[in-house]
T-cell receptor, first 117, second 109 residues
């Protein structure tokens, strides 16, 4: 099946700093990628939909100036958490849609655990 | 509004069978997915249903009734490694996944 990687797997940073998370589709071209956030014992929350070559579509309540998304190529999308605060600590997961599967299945990256001190 | 309902937690015994139900109300329907998620890990794909009926894949089966807005995931011959959260997700008319809160399945020896 299609493989999606994320980097880094975990990151600890100081409050006020920015953190960039990369999401790559390794063996397919992903025109659409998704960024999710998951707090402990809760389900996935879609933050934004990232389309290659265009601006991301953010879900209601997600600050686009705080969570910067760039999808510059068909295999790479990045999420930058700007001026991170402790409440941004969460598990961030990206997924990518492989059109070749025929039914729009989303393949998930392994996730990035962010801890803001 | 859009809504996915599934039980919060279920407990079953190793070797037994368990059925996890999911009901949904969404704007449009382009298929229903079941994912497994172990603690601290990303979800992994289990099954996809877009037509009514039962899809069987090894020890796991998934059923869909579109008229009832209902699906279930059936796990047979339970193993300890099946302890995880099981997420039901529906793809709506915009091809966006609407996620349930997940069912935490606890397997006891």
């Amino acid at each position: 099946g299609a493989v999606v990687s994320q980097h880094p797997s975990w990151v600890i940073c100081k409050s006020g700093t920015s953190v960039k998370i990369e999401c790559r589709s390794l063996d397919f071209q992903a025109t659409t990628m998704f960024w999710y956030r998951q707090f402990p014992k809760q389900s996935l929350m879609l933050m934004a939909t990232s389309n290659e070559g265009s601006k991301a579509t953010y879900e209601q309540g997600v600050e686009k100036d705080k969570f910067l998304i760039n999808h510059a190529s068909l295999t790479l999308s990045t999420l930058t958490v700007t001026s991170a605060h402790p409440e941004d600590s969460s598990f961030y997961i990206c997924s990518a849609r492989d059109p070749a599967t025929g039914y729009n299945e989303q393949f998930f990256g392994p996730g990035t655990r962010l801890t803001v001190l | 509004g859009q809504n996915i309902d599934q039980p919060t937690e279920m407990t079953a015994t190793e070797g037994a069978i368990v059925q996890i139900n999911c009901t949904y109300q969404t704007s449009g329907f382009n298929g229903l997915f079941w994912y497994q998620q172990h603690a601290g890990e990303a979800p992994t794909f289990l099954s996809y249903n877009v037509l009514d009926g039962l899809e069987e894949k090894g020890r796991f089966s998934s059923f869909l009734s579109r008229s009832k807005g209902y699906s279930y995931l059936l796990l047979k011959e339970l193993q300890m490694k099946d302890s995880a959260s099981y997420l039901c997700a529906v793809m709506d008319s915009n091809y966006q996944l609407i996620w349930g809160a997940g069912t935490k399945l606890i397997i006891k020896p």
